[in-house]
């Protein structure tokens, strides 16, 4: 079965993978209503896009639930900042600037009039800091335009029709305009993550590669590759010129076979490696949730999961019995870190 490409277009998307049935919501959760399904994997024969089944519109609303827990993490928006500053200067994030989904952790802490956030939904206490500037709604319905800046930080693989986006950003931008896009980079996930490598969430996953053709296609050229490590950070301009794109389908599938085989083999390893009296674990998050649900076996070795983020106390892991605690209910209780075996297996 084949489906249209979210990057380029053409009805050449294969189906050549799914995964094991996982929740819809991640989060740690008390009243959501969750539901399991798997994610099935298609890859692009014309230009190696990989992305996701198509959902409606509600479904992926459905994905986010009435709470997310995105760590708010100012260290990490000024060490961008300054590779920012330090690659093109003081003068190139002082411009009419659109932050894409910057509702809950904004790139810019701070104020300033030619700043505007736009998120189909916003914090109050952003709302109150940017006044009109926050704007509340889908990017598909908004009429402003002549921006010089675009950012999308961790936005971009959630829509589930990128090129209609970037379509958009070329529209309402300025000649020369500018999108600094930050995307995780599938090859690492793949590679140190696989449980963590594909969920609801994610309707695109991109390599280097995928995330630059996708952009030739709408009307944009790579300016610089800011990282290419856990995410890929880079930065594109606007351009006239027509840019050819290449065909990465062979590369990509054998991708996925990787994924594959370093599923299995953590599997089997954790089969071997684990008490087999029940334990506890550290961490409940969202990878939490994915890597016990990549190894069903797991969850009913499990009672408790420590967290420091006190809004997750009393809450469960997703479509499990394990109850999250914020610090140790008995001296006796022994806690592993899971994610450090799976580690080894890796």
């Not at 590779?83 to 200067?89: E, N, Y």
Request: hydrophobic share 35%.
């Amino acid at each position: 079965m084949t489906i249209n490409c979210r990057a380029c277009g053409k009805k050449k998307n294969k189906f050549i993978y799914t995964t094991k049935k996982l929740p819809e919501y991640i989060w740690p959760s008390t009243n959501e209503k969750i539901l399991k399904s798997s994610c099935k994997v298609s890859i692009c024969k014309k230009c190696g896009h990989i992305q996701l089944q198509k959902f409606s519109k509600k479904k992926i609303a459905s994905f986010y639930g009435s709470k997310t827990f995105v760590i708010n993490n100012s260290k990490e928006m000024l060490r961008r900042k300054q590779k920012i500053l330090k690659t093109f200067g003081k003068g190139f994030l002082n411009k009419k600037t659109l932050e894409i989904g910057g509702g809950t952790n904004p790139f810019f802490q701070n104020f300033k009039k030619e700043h505007f956030i736009l998120d189909s939904r916003i914090e109050k206490k952003i709302k109150k800091k940017f006044k009109k500037n926050a704007i509340e709604s889908p990017f598909e319905n908004f009429k402003d335009k002549d921006f010089d800046l675009f950012i999308m930080l961790h936005t971009f693989e959630h829509f589930q029709n990128p090129s209609e986006i970037l379509r958009k950003i070329n529209k309402i931008s300025k000649i020369n305009s500018n999108v600094l896009v930050e995307v995780p980079n599938f090859i690492n996930y793949v590679k140190k993550k696989p449980y963590y490598s594909i969920f609801h969430q994610h309707l695109s996953m991109f390599t280097l590669e995928t995330l630059k053709n996708i952009f030739h296609i709408n009307g944009f050229k790579l300016k610089k590759v800011l990282d290419n490590q856990e995410n890929i950070f880079a930065c594109f301009y606007k351009s006239s010129k027509k840019k050819s794109i290449r065909n990465y389908y062979i590369k990509n599938t054998t991708l996925i076979k990787l994924l594959k085989k370093k599923l299995k083999k953590i599997s089997i390893y954790l089969n071997k490696n684990l008490p087999k009296k029940k334990f506890n674990i550290i961490s409940a998050g969202g990878s939490s949730t994915l890597l016990l649900h990549n190894f069903p076996f797991l969850i009913k070795k499990i009672k408790y999961a420590l967290d420091v983020d006190k809004r997750k106390k009393n809450s469960k892991l997703p479509l499990t019995q394990i109850k999250i605690i914020s610090k140790k209910k008995d001296n006796k209780l022994k806690f592993i870190n899971l994610f450090s075996i799976v580690n080894k297996a890796i």
